[in-house]
């Protein structure tokens, strides 16, 4: 089997518009992957129509040495542009693998160790903020959007409480911070589990300072305290305080998780499959954070490959403990797939299909054009995911 063709496929999302990446192969199979990333999207398209003289003719099983030319043929270390758009790739050679041999991916990972997974809400708190300017995210309003996606079967939510950037939270945001996850902890009971984003906002100082008043709400974990350049500080502040540590996403391959393991910095890592390298480097990174005792819950903000693709590193990975899913996305998600992300009582289900277990509907994804959101202008702003 040879590569024949690479094609690129740009949609509208939900707060990034999303890249899809297609592999046709002489044999008539076709092999996506999802590329999406926030910003910086043109770059990773032209990134991988670059990829395409190298690929045509190559046999799509040998994935490995595939990925390991694209990879080192960069030259620059630590590329998220390239890194992003390889990830893409990485998964449509997998994707191909699977239908050619008629299985999921994870049955040539290992095979699974798990039929479906424990998922965390995002992007439940703030659904409807970003486009309506007039609805106040008030403590009270956070509080009846957990009750209700509870009630849709969730036993773990994640939020950013806090409004504002900087180092230092200012008094005011302090105290706003503290009285949305008091009113949430309130509203939906101690059994539900409380996952607190920060996205990299803090000092040490404060960091430690905010997760020692946030832990009488026993907070599931602690998300990106302070930014991950830092892995020595950031190793601190979980040696400061009770909550675990969760970081990750901004991290890619496993050379850049290697310190953060070895210097304890976290107890629960996040990589991207869109960002990482892709789903074998998911897996070799899950495998050093096994040996380190650490437990990891792939990061899952964009589209509804990425979902797929986590679903096959969850599947035969023995550290995973939950995985994160943009609820309101769902139906969009499901909408652009020949075969529906399914989602019940708060566990997602493997996939059953071979190869990622779906395929892209066109004429949907030709519906919604990619449109100019704030965040591709590089917005920064409080609603961040």
């Known amino acids: 089997m040879k590569i024949t ?26 092999g996506v992957g999802e590329s999406t990333i926030e910003r910086h999207q043109l770059p990773v398209i032209k990134t991988l129509e670059s990829f395409k003289d190298f690929l045509v003719g190559k046999n799509p099983f040998e994935i ?5 030319a694209l ?8 590329q998220l542009v390239v890194l992003t758009a390889l990830s893409g790739v990485e998964q449509a050679l997998w ?10 991916v994870y049955e040539l990972l290992g095979g699974k160790l798990r039929d479906e997974i424990r998922a965390y809400a995002n992007a439940w708190a703030f659904e409807g903020v970003i486009t309506e300017p007039s609805v106040k995210d008030t403590a009270d309003l956070i509080a009846r959007k957990a009750v209700d996606t509870v009630a849709a079967g969730f036993t773990a939510l994640k939020w950013d409480p806090f409004r504002e950037g900087g180092q230092v939270i200012p008094k005011a ?14 509203a939906v009971g101690p059994d539900v589990d409380l996952l607190i984003e920060c996205h990299g906002r803090f000092n040490m100082w404060s960091a430690i300072r905010m997760a020692h008043k946030l832990e009488p709400f026993d907070p599931f974990f602690y998300e990106e305290p302070i930014p991950p ?5 950031l190793a601190e502040v979980q040696r400061s305080i009770n909550i675990p540590v969760a970081t990750g996403e901004r991290l890619y391959t496993r050379w850049h998780f290697r310190p953060l393991f070895e210097k304890q910095a976290a107890r629960i890592i996040q990589p991207d499959v869109c960002h990482a390298g892709g789903i074998l480097e998911l897996k070799k990174i899950a495998a050093m954070a096994e040996s380190y005792y650490v437990s990891i819950q792939p990061h899952n903000s964009n589209g509804p490959l990425c979902v797929l693709a986590s679903l096959q590193v969850d599947a035969c990975v023995p550290n995973v403990i939950i995985q994160e899913l943009f609820y309101p996305y769902l139906e969009h998600y499901n909408e652009i797939l020949t075969q529906p992300i399914e989602y019940a009582d708060g566990f997602l289900k493997m996939p059953k299909g071979p190869g990622l277990g779906a395929d892209l509907d066109e004429e949907a994804i030709r519906k919604r054009p990619p449109v100019d959101l704030p965040h591709e202008a590089g917005w920064m702003g409080k609603y961040w995911f």
């Open 71 to 78: 990879y080192k043929q960069t030259f620059w270390e630590g």
């Open 95 to 104: 994707d191909i693998k699977g239908k050619a041999l008629g299985v999921p």
């Open 64 to 68: 490995e040495a595939i990925w390991n």
């Open 173 to 186: 945001e302090e105290k706003y911070a503290i009285e949305t996850v008091k009113a949430v902890r309130e």
């Open 5 to 30: 063709d690479l094609k690129v496929l740009h949609t509208q999302g939900g707060h990034a518009n999303w890249i899809f990446v297609q592999l046709f192969t002489d044999q008539g199979i076709i």
């Open 229 to 233: 350049d830092n892995i020595d500080a």
